[in-house]
């Protein structure tokens, strides 16, 4: 079969709104993610709490919490004062962060299983001082997301977000394509994900939500993966085949899982390595301080550190 059976079964699903839902694949992921994803990419998540202001009193939400990995660190941050507000979709992933983190008195923390938009809508207006979206913007439509955050932002209040860029991993997703080219039959449902090109999209999604970008980065990270089983070993616990479940036909897995190593294994023959590479994007944006009339007393709001982005850079397209 061709990739132009392939786009005709792509847009028969898309028409007809067949969505796949990563849950089920991070349920399964949840017991194993921290040993793959969080011990490789965790540090670029902490890279990004260390460019914002957290202090101890904070009110903080965080959106898509998976196994608590930034959760932990932001309780740290508040130090047993403030309040945080977590949700996240996957039982499994959820079950991992309450684990890890001790309920203290002075901090009124709260775990919340659930879509994150339905989450934030239920967020009263100017009630958050920072809102953290770890490797999650992705699920969801972001402007809309975006405008939504900055409703439960207070005036100077910060949203500090990090995800995938949608040139990671290509190996992989070329891999996939390659198996449903071979049989567009394969595929069940669509796997829809925003992932932004560069840092200027992620900053073009914050204006749009009318948010000052404050920080937009960039990184990447080599995986350490060497052979084709370690990179199926990968696609499966770290999450990075989430959805996978849902848009496949899950009856013939293990005939979708032997066509994958193949392709991947052609891949490695063709050149020489499988080069797995995490490209990322990371950004903080602030609700915009009203700008304060002469003798008004000041707002208090600090600027984040970090570099200031280009205010003329040109927005490139998602
Ligand atoms: C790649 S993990 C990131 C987890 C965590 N933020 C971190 O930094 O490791 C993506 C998480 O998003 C969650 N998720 C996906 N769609 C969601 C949605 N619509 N609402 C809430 N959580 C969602 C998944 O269950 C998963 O835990």
């Given at each position: 079969?061709?990739?132009t ?17 990563p849950?089920?694949?991070y ?7 921290d ?22 009193g904070d ?12 959760t ?8 047993g ?17 309450r ?5 203290r ?21 100017d ?20 405008r ?8 100077g ?16 997703r ?12 394969m ?7 925003s ?42 616990r770290?999450?990075?085949?989430a959805?996978?479940?849902d848009?496949f036909d ?19 023959r063709e ?6 590479r ?41």
């Open positions: 079969m061709s990739r059976g392939l786009a005709l079964r792509a847009l028969s699903l898309w028409i007809h709104g067949a969505s796949a839902d849950t089920p694949d349920d399964i992921a949840s017991p194993t993610y040993d793959y994803f969080t011990s490789v990419m965790g540090p670029h998540s902490v890279s990004l709490l260390d460019r914002v202001r957290i202090s101890p009110a903080v939400v965080e959106l898509a919490c998976g196994t608590g990995h930034l932990e660190e932001i309780v740290r941050r508040l130090d004062r403030g309040r945080l507000a977590v949700v996240d979709k996957s039982p499994g992933m959820l079950a991992v962060a684990g890890k983190v001790a309920h008195p002075g901090l009124e923390l709260s775990f919340a299983e659930g879509d994150m938009e339905d989450f934030l809508r239920r967020q009263p207006t009630s958050a001082d920072l809102v953290v979206i770890g490797w999650a913007i992705c699920y969801s439509q972001p402007v809309r997301l975006l939504d955050v900055r409703r439960v932002l207070r005036e209040g910060q949203v500090a977000v990090i995800e995938t860029r949608s040139t990671a991993l290509s190996t992989l070329e891999a996939f394509e390659q198996v449903v080219a071979d049989d567009p039959s595929l069940t449902s669509l796997i829809r994900v992932l932004p090109k560069s840092e200027q999209v992620l900053g073009k999604w914050f204006r749009k939500a009318g948010l000052d970008p404050v920080i937009l980065d960039q990184g990447a990270q080599e995986l350490p993966i060497a052979s084709v089983a370690e990179a199926m070993d990968w696609v499966e770290s999450g990075a085949g959805g996978f479940r848009s899950i009856s013939r897995e293990e005939e979708i899982r032997a066509r994958l190593g193949e392709a991947l294994e052609e891949y490695r050149h020489g390595a499988l080069g797995l995490h490209t990322f994007v990371l950004g903080v944006a602030r609700h915009r301080v009203a700008r304060a009339t002469p003798g008004a007393a000041s707002s208090g709001a600090t600027e984040p550190r970090g570099t200031a982005p280009d205010a003329a850079a040109p927005d490139a397209a998602a």
